[in-house]
Protein backbone atom coordinates (compact mmCIF):
# COMPACT_ATOMS: atom_id res chain seq x y z
CA UNK A 1 0.00 0.00 0.00
CA UNK A 2 1.01 3.12 -0.68
CA UNK A 3 0.33 6.23 1.09
CA UNK A 4 -1.21 9.39 -0.49
CA UNK A 5 1.58 11.26 -0.67
CA UNK A 6 3.51 8.85 -2.20
CA UNK A 7 0.54 8.33 -4.37
CA UNK A 8 1.03 12.83 -5.73
CA UNK A 9 4.56 11.92 -5.95
CA UNK A 10 4.15 9.30 -8.53
CA UNK A 11 2.13 11.14 -10.32
CA UNK A 12 3.86 14.09 -10.28
CA UNK A 13 7.20 12.49 -10.72
CA UNK A 14 6.16 10.96 -14.06
CA UNK A 15 5.05 14.10 -15.07
CA UNK A 16 9.17 15.84 -14.62
CA UNK A 17 10.13 11.95 -16.26
CA UNK A 18 7.70 13.07 -19.23
CA UNK A 19 10.26 16.46 -19.70
CA UNK A 20 13.32 14.39 -19.28
CA UNK A 21 13.85 15.39 -15.62
CA UNK A 22 14.49 12.40 -12.51
CA UNK A 23 11.25 11.50 -11.42
CA UNK A 24 12.33 12.53 -7.52
CA UNK A 25 12.05 15.98 -8.41
CA UNK A 26 8.31 15.29 -8.33
CA UNK A 27 8.26 14.55 -4.06
CA UNK A 28 5.09 15.84 -2.99
CA UNK A 29 4.44 16.58 0.76
CA UNK A 30 2.20 18.23 2.61
CA UNK A 31 2.23 22.14 2.26
CA UNK A 32 3.71 24.27 4.92
CA UNK A 33 0.97 27.07 4.04
CA UNK A 34 -1.88 24.90 4.63
CA UNK A 35 -3.68 28.60 3.84
CA UNK A 36 -2.27 28.21 0.35
CA UNK A 37 -2.93 24.70 -0.79
CA UNK A 38 -2.94 20.73 0.93
CA UNK A 39 0.24 19.94 -1.05
CA UNK A 40 3.38 21.61 -2.30
CA UNK A 41 6.57 20.17 -4.95
CA UNK A 42 9.13 21.89 -5.15
CA UNK A 43 11.07 20.09 -7.85
CA UNK A 44 10.74 22.42 -10.07
CA UNK A 45 13.45 24.78 -8.59
CA UNK A 46 15.89 22.42 -8.39
CA UNK A 47 15.32 21.39 -11.96
CA UNK A 48 15.43 24.51 -13.47
CA UNK A 49 19.16 25.30 -11.85
CA UNK A 50 20.48 21.95 -12.98
CA UNK A 51 19.22 22.69 -16.41
CA UNK A 52 19.74 26.00 -16.19
CA UNK A 53 16.22 26.97 -17.17
CA UNK A 54 13.59 29.64 -15.67
CA UNK A 55 12.19 27.75 -12.55
CA UNK A 56 8.54 28.90 -13.17
CA UNK A 57 9.52 27.57 -16.76
CA UNK A 58 9.48 24.31 -15.65
CA UNK A 59 6.73 24.66 -13.20
CA UNK A 60 4.48 25.33 -16.15
CA UNK A 61 5.35 22.36 -17.86
CA UNK A 62 4.72 20.07 -15.31
CA UNK A 63 1.41 21.84 -14.63
CA UNK A 64 0.33 21.36 -18.67
CA UNK A 65 1.11 17.88 -18.63
CA UNK A 66 -0.28 17.54 -15.21
CA UNK A 67 -3.46 19.49 -16.42
CA UNK A 68 -7.00 17.03 -16.49
CA UNK A 69 -5.40 14.20 -13.81
CA UNK A 70 -8.46 14.06 -12.03
CA UNK A 71 -6.62 13.60 -8.87
CA UNK A 72 -6.03 17.39 -8.33
CA UNK A 73 -8.49 19.94 -8.00
CA UNK A 74 -5.85 22.64 -8.02
CA UNK A 75 -2.72 23.09 -9.77
CA UNK A 76 -0.31 26.34 -9.21
CA UNK A 77 2.97 28.25 -9.02
CA UNK A 78 3.88 30.14 -6.58
CA UNK A 79 6.17 32.48 -6.17
CA UNK A 80 9.40 31.67 -8.13
CA UNK A 81 8.57 28.07 -9.19
CA UNK A 82 7.11 26.50 -6.20
CA UNK A 83 4.09 23.84 -7.38
CA UNK A 84 0.93 24.21 -5.16
CA UNK A 85 -1.38 21.50 -5.45
CA UNK A 86 -4.67 20.37 -3.72
CA UNK A 87 -6.67 17.32 -4.54
CA UNK A 88 -9.86 16.11 -5.22
CA UNK A 89 -12.21 15.14 -2.68
CA UNK A 90 -12.64 11.51 -5.10
CA UNK A 91 -9.32 10.87 -4.53
CA UNK A 92 -9.12 11.46 -1.27
CA UNK A 93 -11.76 9.32 -0.51
CA UNK A 94 -10.91 6.54 -2.79
CA UNK A 95 -7.90 6.70 -1.15
CA UNK A 96 -9.09 6.21 2.57
CA UNK A 97 -11.69 3.57 1.32
CA UNK A 98 -8.73 1.82 -0.34
CA UNK A 99 -6.40 1.55 3.03
CA UNK A 100 -5.92 -0.93 5.36
CA UNK A 101 -4.14 -0.68 8.84
CA UNK A 102 -4.48 2.72 8.80
CA UNK A 103 -2.68 3.04 5.68
CA UNK A 104 0.38 1.46 7.25
CA UNK A 105 2.36 -1.45 4.91
CA UNK A 106 4.30 -3.80 7.38
CA UNK A 107 8.40 -4.13 6.00
CA UNK A 108 9.52 -6.56 3.55
CA UNK A 109 11.33 -8.98 4.34
CA UNK A 110 11.16 -8.32 7.95
CA UNK A 111 13.96 -7.55 10.26
CA UNK A 112 14.88 -8.50 13.64
CA UNK A 113 16.02 -5.89 16.15
CA UNK A 114 17.08 -6.19 19.32
CA UNK A 115 15.63 -2.99 21.76
CA UNK A 116 17.51 -2.59 25.24
CA UNK A 117 15.60 -0.42 27.31
CA UNK A 118 15.59 -1.66 31.18
CA UNK A 119 18.59 -1.51 32.84
CA UNK A 120 17.24 -1.34 35.90
CA UNK A 121 20.05 -2.91 38.65
CA UNK A 122 19.10 -6.03 41.01
CA UNK A 123 18.83 -5.00 44.80
CA UNK A 124 18.29 -1.64 44.59
CA UNK A 125 14.65 0.15 44.14
CA UNK A 126 13.85 1.08 40.44
CA UNK A 127 13.89 5.21 40.07
CA UNK A 128 12.82 7.59 37.69
CA UNK A 129 15.55 7.61 35.36
CA UNK A 130 14.50 3.48 34.76
CA UNK A 131 11.29 5.12 33.55
CA UNK A 132 12.30 6.99 30.85
CA UNK A 133 14.10 3.92 29.55
CA UNK A 134 10.91 1.90 29.82
CA UNK A 135 8.65 4.48 28.36
CA UNK A 136 10.16 5.54 25.25
CA UNK A 137 11.58 1.69 24.50
CA UNK A 138 8.21 0.33 25.18
CA UNK A 139 6.46 2.99 22.85
CA UNK A 140 9.81 2.43 20.07
CA UNK A 141 9.08 -1.58 20.71
CA UNK A 142 5.16 -1.23 19.90
CA UNK A 143 5.88 1.06 16.80
CA UNK A 144 8.49 -0.86 15.38
CA UNK A 145 6.39 -4.05 16.00
CA UNK A 146 3.35 -2.25 13.83
CA UNK A 147 5.60 -1.26 11.22
CA UNK A 148 6.62 -4.97 10.96
CA UNK A 149 9.85 -5.35 12.02
CA UNK A 150 10.57 -8.60 14.32
CA UNK A 151 11.66 -6.81 17.68
CA UNK A 152 13.09 -8.23 20.80
CA UNK A 153 12.92 -6.10 23.86
CA UNK A 154 15.48 -7.08 26.47
CA UNK A 155 15.46 -5.66 30.18
CA UNK A 156 18.92 -6.46 30.56
CA UNK A 157 19.68 -6.22 34.37
CA UNK A 158 22.21 -4.84 35.79
CA UNK A 159 22.81 -7.62 38.38
CA UNK A 160 26.54 -8.79 37.96
CA UNK A 161 28.55 -5.92 39.21
CA UNK A 162 30.72 -5.23 42.43
CA UNK A 163 27.16 -3.44 44.03
CA UNK A 164 26.05 -7.14 44.31
CA UNK A 165 29.43 -8.56 46.00
CA UNK A 166 29.19 -6.23 48.32
CA UNK A 167 25.58 -6.79 49.50
CA UNK A 168 26.18 -10.78 49.72
CA UNK A 169 29.39 -10.03 51.78
CA UNK A 170 27.46 -7.50 54.40
CA UNK A 171 24.35 -10.20 54.38
CA UNK A 172 27.58 -13.03 55.15
CA UNK A 173 29.16 -10.93 57.86
CA UNK A 174 26.19 -10.12 59.86
CA UNK A 175 24.66 -13.23 59.47
CA UNK A 176 21.99 -12.39 57.88
CA UNK A 177 21.92 -14.36 55.15
CA UNK A 178 18.48 -16.39 55.92
CA UNK A 179 16.85 -13.04 55.31
CA UNK A 180 17.86 -13.64 51.49
CA UNK A 181 16.79 -17.13 51.58
CA UNK A 182 13.75 -17.59 53.44
CA UNK A 183 12.18 -14.76 51.53
CA UNK A 184 9.02 -16.57 50.05
CA UNK A 185 8.87 -15.46 46.50
CA UNK A 186 4.73 -16.40 46.37
CA UNK A 187 4.03 -13.96 48.81
CA UNK A 188 3.98 -10.46 48.16
CA UNK A 189 4.87 -8.64 51.69
CA UNK A 190 7.94 -11.44 52.08
CA UNK A 191 9.12 -10.36 48.70
CA UNK A 192 8.63 -6.56 49.54
CA UNK A 193 10.15 -7.02 53.22
CA UNK A 194 13.58 -8.13 51.42
CA UNK A 195 13.71 -5.27 48.75
CA UNK A 196 13.50 -2.88 51.64
CA UNK A 197 15.73 -4.30 53.57
CA UNK A 198 18.15 -4.71 50.48
CA UNK A 199 17.62 -0.82 49.55
CA UNK A 200 18.75 0.52 52.63
CA UNK A 201 21.80 -1.94 53.36
CA UNK A 202 23.17 -1.32 49.85
CA UNK A 203 23.90 2.28 50.69
CA UNK A 204 24.84 1.27 54.31
CA UNK A 205 27.61 -1.32 53.39
CA UNK A 206 28.81 1.28 50.59
CA UNK A 207 29.35 4.01 52.69
CA UNK A 208 31.12 1.40 55.46
CA UNK A 209 33.38 0.40 52.54
CA UNK A 210 34.59 3.99 51.57
CA UNK A 211 35.63 4.09 54.88
CA UNK A 212 37.32 0.70 55.43
CA UNK A 213 39.55 -0.91 53.27
CA UNK A 214 39.36 -4.02 53.93
CA UNK A 215 35.23 -4.46 54.09
CA UNK A 216 36.21 -3.24 50.53
CA UNK A 217 38.92 -5.96 50.02
CA UNK A 218 36.44 -8.56 51.23
CA UNK A 219 33.87 -7.08 48.83
CA UNK A 220 35.63 -7.42 46.34
CA UNK A 221 36.26 -11.20 47.28
CA UNK A 222 32.71 -11.76 47.46
CA UNK A 223 32.59 -10.64 43.96
CA UNK A 224 34.81 -12.56 42.47
CA UNK A 225 33.57 -15.93 44.40
CA UNK A 226 29.99 -14.72 43.16
CA UNK A 227 31.58 -14.71 39.85
CA UNK A 228 32.89 -17.95 39.83
CA UNK A 229 29.45 -19.42 40.87
CA UNK A 230 30.89 -20.40 44.19
CA UNK A 231 28.37 -20.96 47.41
CA UNK A 232 26.99 -19.75 49.40
CA UNK A 233 27.32 -16.57 47.32
CA UNK A 234 25.76 -18.00 44.38
CA UNK A 235 22.63 -19.02 46.24
CA UNK A 236 22.07 -15.83 48.12
CA UNK A 237 22.86 -13.92 44.84
CA UNK A 238 19.92 -16.51 42.79
CA UNK A 239 17.49 -15.73 45.50
CA UNK A 240 18.27 -12.22 45.70
CA UNK A 241 17.58 -12.18 41.56
CA UNK A 242 14.65 -14.03 41.44
CA UNK A 243 13.30 -11.46 44.14
CA UNK A 244 14.16 -8.44 42.49
CA UNK A 245 13.06 -9.84 39.32
CA UNK A 246 9.33 -10.65 40.84
CA UNK A 247 9.53 -6.79 42.18
CA UNK A 248 10.38 -5.40 38.81
CA UNK A 249 7.83 -7.58 36.71
CA UNK A 250 5.35 -5.60 38.89
CA UNK A 251 6.81 -2.35 38.26
CA UNK A 252 6.68 -2.74 34.92
CA UNK A 253 3.30 -4.66 34.41
CA UNK A 254 1.84 -1.48 36.10
CA UNK A 255 3.26 0.83 33.67
CA UNK A 256 2.07 -1.33 30.85
CA UNK A 257 5.34 -2.23 29.56
CA UNK A 258 6.61 -5.49 28.13
CA UNK A 259 10.11 -6.90 27.80
CA UNK A 260 10.73 -10.29 25.78
CA UNK A 261 13.84 -10.91 27.39
CA UNK A 262 14.49 -11.10 31.22
CA UNK A 263 18.19 -11.20 30.78
CA UNK A 264 20.84 -9.54 32.69
CA UNK A 265 24.62 -8.84 32.65
CA UNK A 266 25.02 -12.70 34.28
CA UNK A 267 24.02 -14.26 31.49
CA UNK A 268 26.51 -13.37 29.52
CA UNK A 269 29.15 -13.76 31.72
CA UNK A 270 30.34 -17.14 30.27
CA UNK A 271 31.11 -15.02 27.11
CA UNK A 272 33.41 -13.14 28.56
CA UNK A 273 37.01 -15.01 28.80
CA UNK A 274 36.53 -16.30 25.23
CA UNK A 275 35.49 -12.96 23.94
CA UNK A 276 38.84 -11.15 25.62
CA UNK A 277 40.72 -14.47 24.49
CA UNK A 278 39.98 -13.53 20.62
CA UNK A 279 40.40 -10.01 21.05
CA UNK A 280 43.73 -10.93 22.55
CA UNK A 281 44.89 -13.13 19.60
CA UNK A 282 43.67 -10.10 17.76
CA UNK A 283 45.98 -7.39 18.89
CA UNK A 284 43.28 -5.01 20.38
CA UNK A 285 43.25 -6.08 24.06
CA UNK A 286 46.46 -4.36 25.23
CA UNK A 287 47.98 -4.45 28.72
CA UNK A 288 47.68 -0.84 30.22
CA UNK A 289 48.92 -0.30 34.00
CA UNK A 290 48.15 -3.70 34.77
CA UNK A 291 44.49 -3.47 33.49
CA UNK A 292 43.51 -4.64 29.77
CA UNK A 293 41.92 -2.49 27.23
CA UNK A 294 40.86 -1.76 23.83
CA UNK A 295 42.07 1.32 22.03
CA UNK A 296 39.08 3.13 20.86
CA UNK A 297 40.08 6.14 19.15
CA UNK A 298 40.19 7.49 15.48
CA UNK A 299 41.75 9.53 13.45
CA UNK A 300 38.79 11.65 12.85
CA UNK A 301 37.87 12.51 16.85
CA UNK A 302 37.41 15.73 17.57
CA UNK A 303 36.98 14.82 21.39
CA UNK A 304 39.32 12.64 23.31
CA UNK A 305 37.83 9.05 23.38
CA UNK A 306 39.76 6.90 26.12
CA UNK A 307 40.60 3.41 25.86
CA UNK A 308 37.41 0.84 26.98
CA UNK A 309 38.52 -1.36 30.15
CA UNK A 310 38.02 -5.06 29.65
CA UNK A 311 39.64 -6.02 32.86
CA UNK A 312 40.71 -3.63 35.53
CA UNK A 313 43.84 -4.48 37.26
CA UNK A 314 41.95 -6.01 40.11
CA UNK A 315 40.82 -8.66 37.61
CA UNK A 316 37.31 -7.66 38.20
CA UNK A 317 35.29 -7.05 34.56
CA UNK A 318 33.73 -3.42 34.02
CA UNK A 319 30.26 -2.40 32.56
CA UNK A 320 31.77 -1.90 28.99
CA UNK A 321 32.88 -5.80 29.09
CA UNK A 322 29.25 -7.21 29.88
CA UNK A 323 28.05 -5.11 27.26
CA UNK A 324 30.61 -5.91 24.47
CA UNK A 325 29.78 -9.72 25.44
CA UNK A 326 26.49 -9.22 25.83
CA UNK A 327 26.54 -8.28 21.65
CA UNK A 328 28.50 -11.47 21.40
CA UNK A 329 25.30 -13.32 22.56
CA UNK A 330 22.82 -11.11 20.97
CA UNK A 331 24.48 -11.63 17.64
CA UNK A 332 24.84 -15.67 18.21
CA UNK A 333 21.33 -15.92 19.52
CA UNK A 334 19.39 -13.30 17.37
CA UNK A 335 21.98 -12.20 15.05
CA UNK A 336 19.94 -8.84 14.76
CA UNK A 337 20.10 -6.24 12.26
CA UNK A 338 19.98 -3.62 14.57
CA UNK A 339 20.59 -3.04 18.20
CA UNK A 340 19.10 0.10 19.56
CA UNK A 341 20.11 1.30 23.75
CA UNK A 342 17.38 3.04 24.88
CA UNK A 343 19.81 4.81 27.86
CA UNK A 344 20.19 7.58 29.40
CA UNK A 345 22.19 10.51 27.03
CA UNK A 346 24.94 10.68 29.93
CA UNK A 347 26.10 6.85 28.79
CA UNK A 348 26.85 8.17 25.24
CA UNK A 349 30.81 7.98 25.93
CA UNK A 350 30.36 4.35 27.18
CA UNK A 351 27.83 3.40 23.80
CA UNK A 352 30.65 4.65 21.63
CA UNK A 353 33.08 3.17 23.41
CA UNK A 354 31.66 -0.46 23.28
CA UNK A 355 30.02 0.24 19.71
CA UNK A 356 33.97 0.92 18.70
CA UNK A 357 35.31 -2.22 20.50
CA UNK A 358 32.57 -4.54 18.96
CA UNK A 359 33.02 -3.02 15.18
CA UNK A 360 36.87 -3.51 15.84
CA UNK A 361 36.74 -6.70 17.04
CA UNK A 362 34.57 -7.76 14.03
CA UNK A 363 31.97 -9.00 16.63
CA UNK A 364 29.28 -7.57 14.38
CA UNK A 365 29.46 -6.82 10.76
CA UNK A 366 29.72 -3.48 8.93
CA UNK A 367 25.77 -3.88 7.82
CA UNK A 368 24.80 -3.94 11.56
CA UNK A 369 23.84 -0.47 13.06
CA UNK A 370 24.03 0.10 16.91
CA UNK A 371 22.49 2.54 17.86
CA UNK A 372 22.28 4.72 21.59
CA UNK A 373 19.30 6.05 21.36
CA UNK A 374 19.38 8.24 24.09
CA UNK A 375 17.22 10.58 26.16
CA UNK A 376 17.54 13.75 28.60
CA UNK A 377 17.22 14.16 32.09
CA UNK A 378 13.62 14.07 33.45
CA UNK A 379 13.88 17.21 36.09
CA UNK A 380 11.78 19.06 38.98
CA UNK A 381 10.27 22.34 38.43
CA UNK A 382 13.12 23.57 39.89
CA UNK A 383 15.15 22.39 37.10
CA UNK A 384 16.78 19.87 39.07
CA UNK A 385 16.63 16.17 38.42
CA UNK A 386 13.37 15.00 40.12
CA UNK A 387 14.07 14.28 43.40
CA UNK A 388 11.74 13.20 46.39
CA UNK A 389 9.96 16.26 48.58
CA UNK A 390 13.42 15.51 50.88
CA UNK A 391 16.16 15.39 48.06
CA UNK A 392 16.14 11.98 48.19
CA UNK A 393 15.98 9.26 44.94
CA UNK A 394 12.23 9.21 43.77
CA UNK A 395 11.30 5.56 43.52
CA UNK A 396 9.38 4.92 40.38
CA UNK A 397 6.68 3.23 42.28
CA UNK A 398 6.12 6.34 44.45
CA UNK A 399 5.93 7.92 40.99
CA UNK A 400 3.14 5.94 39.84
CA UNK A 401 1.17 6.71 43.31
CA UNK A 402 1.48 10.20 43.31
CA UNK A 403 0.04 10.65 39.68
CA UNK A 404 -2.63 8.06 40.47
CA UNK A 405 -3.50 10.25 43.61
CA UNK A 406 -3.53 13.43 41.24
CA UNK A 407 -5.29 11.31 38.22
CA UNK A 408 -8.48 10.84 41.05
CA UNK A 409 -8.26 14.20 42.13
CA UNK A 410 -8.95 15.36 38.79
CA UNK A 411 -11.85 13.19 37.93
CA UNK A 412 -13.40 14.62 40.49
CA UNK A 413 -12.25 18.24 39.84
CA UNK A 414 -14.08 17.52 36.13
CA UNK A 415 -17.10 15.45 37.24
CA UNK A 416 -15.85 12.42 35.84
CA UNK A 417 -16.08 8.59 36.34
CA UNK A 418 -18.59 9.81 39.30
CA UNK A 419 -21.05 6.94 38.80
CA UNK A 420 -18.79 3.99 38.68
CA UNK A 421 -18.32 1.88 41.18
CA UNK A 422 -15.10 1.73 43.46
CA UNK A 423 -13.24 -0.91 40.93
CA UNK A 424 -14.06 0.86 37.02
CA UNK A 425 -13.01 4.27 38.93
CA UNK A 426 -9.46 2.86 39.99
CA UNK A 427 -8.67 1.32 36.32
CA UNK A 428 -9.60 4.77 34.81
CA UNK A 429 -7.99 6.69 37.36
CA UNK A 430 -4.86 4.28 36.60
CA UNK A 431 -5.30 4.72 32.67
CA UNK A 432 -5.23 8.76 33.16
CA UNK A 433 -2.24 8.85 35.65
CA UNK A 434 -0.15 6.24 32.80
CA UNK A 435 -1.57 8.66 30.02
CA UNK A 436 -0.15 11.42 31.99
CA UNK A 437 2.88 10.26 32.53
CA UNK A 438 3.98 8.58 29.37
CA UNK A 439 2.28 11.13 26.78
CA UNK A 440 4.54 14.20 29.01
CA UNK A 441 7.38 11.96 28.63
CA UNK A 442 7.06 10.85 24.74
CA UNK A 443 5.79 14.10 23.99
CA UNK A 444 9.11 15.53 24.37
CA UNK A 445 12.23 14.99 21.66
CA UNK A 446 14.13 12.38 22.90
CA UNK A 447 17.55 13.80 24.19
CA UNK A 448 15.89 16.55 25.32
CA UNK A 449 15.61 17.26 29.45
CA UNK A 450 11.92 17.90 30.60
CA UNK A 451 10.30 18.99 33.42
CA UNK A 452 7.88 16.62 35.26
CA UNK A 453 4.94 19.21 36.54
CA UNK A 454 2.13 16.66 37.83
CA UNK A 455 -0.22 19.49 37.60
CA UNK A 456 0.25 20.72 34.55
CA UNK A 457 0.43 16.93 32.67
CA UNK A 458 -2.91 15.23 34.67
CA UNK A 459 -4.60 17.84 33.53
CA UNK A 460 -7.48 17.10 30.86
CA UNK A 461 -6.67 20.23 29.13
CA UNK A 462 -3.89 21.32 26.80
CA UNK A 463 -1.18 18.67 24.89
CA UNK A 464 -1.44 15.96 27.77
CA UNK A 465 -2.55 12.10 27.66
CA UNK A 466 -5.43 13.30 29.43
CA UNK A 467 -6.74 15.19 27.07
CA UNK A 468 -6.20 13.09 24.53
CA UNK A 469 -8.35 10.02 26.33
CA UNK A 470 -10.94 12.27 27.30
CA UNK A 471 -11.37 12.61 23.13
CA UNK A 472 -11.64 8.89 22.52
CA UNK A 473 -13.89 8.67 25.31
CA UNK A 474 -16.11 11.58 23.95
CA UNK A 475 -15.95 9.98 20.46
CA UNK A 476 -16.94 6.50 21.80
CA UNK A 477 -19.52 7.53 24.02
CA UNK A 478 -20.83 9.09 20.29
CA UNK A 479 -20.84 5.99 18.85
CA UNK A 480 -22.58 4.53 21.49
CA UNK A 481 -25.61 6.72 21.94
CA UNK A 482 -25.90 5.95 18.20
CA UNK A 483 -25.79 2.22 18.74
CA UNK A 484 -28.42 2.75 21.38
CA UNK A 485 -30.32 4.75 19.00
CA UNK A 486 -30.43 2.03 16.03
CA UNK A 487 -28.32 3.40 13.78
CA UNK A 488 -26.46 1.29 11.61
CA UNK A 489 -23.41 2.66 10.09
CA UNK A 490 -24.26 2.00 6.99
CA UNK A 491 -23.79 4.10 4.16
CA UNK A 492 -20.69 6.34 2.21
CA UNK A 493 -18.30 8.39 3.84
CA UNK A 494 -19.06 12.30 2.12
CA UNK A 495 -16.16 14.80 1.94
CA UNK A 496 -17.39 18.04 2.71
CA UNK A 497 -16.30 20.98 4.08
CA UNK A 498 -16.48 19.89 7.52
CA UNK A 499 -14.14 17.10 7.61
CA UNK A 500 -11.78 17.44 4.66
CA UNK A 501 -9.10 19.01 7.25
CA UNK A 502 -9.61 15.95 9.58
CA UNK A 503 -9.49 13.45 6.39
CA UNK A 504 -6.45 15.08 5.28
CA UNK A 505 -4.67 15.36 8.38
CA UNK A 506 -6.01 11.14 8.86
CA UNK A 507 -3.82 10.58 5.78
CA UNK A 508 -0.58 11.36 7.19
CA UNK A 509 -0.29 8.66 9.58
CA UNK A 510 2.54 6.29 7.95
CA UNK A 511 4.29 9.66 7.23
CA UNK A 512 4.36 10.37 11.23
CA UNK A 513 4.64 6.50 11.96
CA UNK A 514 8.46 6.65 9.62
CA UNK A 515 9.23 9.70 11.39
CA UNK A 516 9.30 8.36 14.61
CA UNK A 517 10.84 4.63 13.73
CA UNK A 518 14.46 6.70 12.18
CA UNK A 519 14.77 8.50 14.75
CA UNK A 520 13.37 6.24 17.01
CA UNK A 521 11.71 9.20 18.10
CA UNK A 522 7.87 8.54 19.41
CA UNK A 523 7.43 12.39 19.92
CA UNK A 524 6.51 12.93 16.13
CA UNK A 525 3.20 10.51 16.58
CA UNK A 526 2.57 12.51 20.09
CA UNK A 527 2.63 15.49 17.98
CA UNK A 528 0.39 13.95 15.16
CA UNK A 529 -2.37 12.53 17.73
CA UNK A 530 -2.60 15.68 18.94
CA UNK A 531 -3.19 17.55 15.56
CA UNK A 532 -5.75 14.77 15.50
CA UNK A 533 -7.93 14.97 18.56
CA UNK A 534 -7.10 18.87 17.57
CA UNK A 535 -8.95 18.00 13.72
CA UNK A 536 -11.57 16.24 15.12
CA UNK A 537 -12.41 18.99 18.01
CA UNK A 538 -13.08 21.44 15.18
CA UNK A 539 -14.75 18.94 13.00
CA UNK A 540 -17.27 18.27 15.99
CA UNK A 541 -17.50 22.14 16.82
CA UNK A 542 -18.05 22.56 12.39
CA UNK A 543 -20.89 19.51 11.98
CA UNK A 544 -24.07 18.47 13.51
CA UNK A 545 -23.44 14.59 14.17
CA UNK A 546 -26.39 12.75 16.15
CA UNK A 547 -28.48 15.98 15.66
CA UNK A 548 -27.81 15.88 11.68
CA UNK A 549 -30.81 15.69 10.01
CA UNK A 550 -29.91 14.57 6.70
CA UNK A 551 -29.78 10.80 7.04
CA UNK A 552 -26.51 10.24 5.10
CA UNK A 553 -24.69 12.96 6.16
CA UNK A 554 -25.74 12.06 9.73
CA UNK A 555 -24.16 8.16 8.69
CA UNK A 556 -21.07 9.44 7.14
CA UNK A 557 -19.96 11.40 9.88
CA UNK A 558 -20.37 8.57 12.36
CA UNK A 559 -18.56 6.88 10.33
CA UNK A 560 -15.66 9.20 10.62
CA UNK A 561 -15.49 9.40 13.91
CA UNK A 562 -15.57 5.63 13.60
CA UNK A 563 -12.60 5.78 11.80
CA UNK A 564 -11.28 8.32 13.85
CA UNK A 565 -11.68 6.53 17.16
CA UNK A 566 -9.72 3.82 15.85
CA UNK A 567 -6.81 5.75 14.74
CA UNK A 568 -6.29 7.66 17.83
CA UNK A 569 -6.33 4.50 19.76
CA UNK A 570 -4.08 2.54 17.75
CA UNK A 571 -1.81 5.54 17.92
CA UNK A 572 -2.27 5.53 22.06
CA UNK A 573 -1.63 2.30 21.86
CA UNK A 574 2.06 2.57 20.01
CA UNK A 575 2.66 5.20 22.75
CA UNK A 576 1.78 2.17 25.45
CA UNK A 577 -1.37 4.28 26.25
CA UNK A 578 -4.80 2.76 27.03
CA UNK A 579 -8.16 4.47 26.69
CA UNK A 580 -11.07 3.64 29.63
CA UNK A 581 -14.18 2.67 27.24
CA UNK A 582 -15.93 5.39 29.59
CA UNK A 583 -15.52 8.20 31.85
N1 LIG B 1 22.07 -0.72 34.61
C1 LIG B 1 22.41 0.51 33.98
C2 LIG B 1 22.04 1.71 34.86
O1 LIG B 1 21.19 1.62 35.73
C3 LIG B 1 21.72 0.71 32.65
C4 LIG B 1 21.93 -0.37 31.61
C5 LIG B 1 21.58 0.08 30.24
N2 LIG B 1 21.75 -0.96 29.23
C6 LIG B 1 22.93 -1.37 28.79
N3 LIG B 1 22.96 -2.34 27.90
N4 LIG B 1 24.06 -0.86 29.19
O2 LIG B 1 22.62 2.76 34.65
Redesign the pocket.
Known amino acids: MTSLTQKLSALVGAAFEGQGLAKELGLVRVSDRPDLAQYQCNGAMAAAKQAKKNPREVAQNILDALEGNAAFSKLEIAGPGFINLNITDDFLKSHIEGSQNFGVTAISPSEKVVL?Y????IAKAMHV??LR?AIIGDSVRRIMLFAGYDVLGDV???DWGTHMGMLIADYLRLDEAHLVLETDINDAASVHALMEDMAARYPKASGEAKENASLKAEALEATVKLQNREQPYYGIWEKIRDVSVAGMKETYARLGVHFDLWKGEADVHDYIAPMVEEMKTKGIAEESDGALVVHVVDEDDNKKIPPMILYKRDGAVM?GTT?CA?IVERVKLYNPSKMV?V??QR?AL??EQVFRAVRKADIVNDHTELTHAGFGTMNGKDGKPFKTREGGVMRLEDLIQMATDKAYARLDEANLAADMDAHERSDVAHKVAIAAIKFADLQNQRQADYVFDLDRLTSFEGKTGPYLLYQAVRIKSLLNKARDAGITLEGELIVEEGNRELLLLMTQFPEALQLSINGYAPHHLCEYVFKMAQAFSSFYGNCHILSEADEALKVSRLKLCEMTVAQLEKILELLGIYAPTRM
Open positions: DGGPNGHAHMGYDTYVDQHF
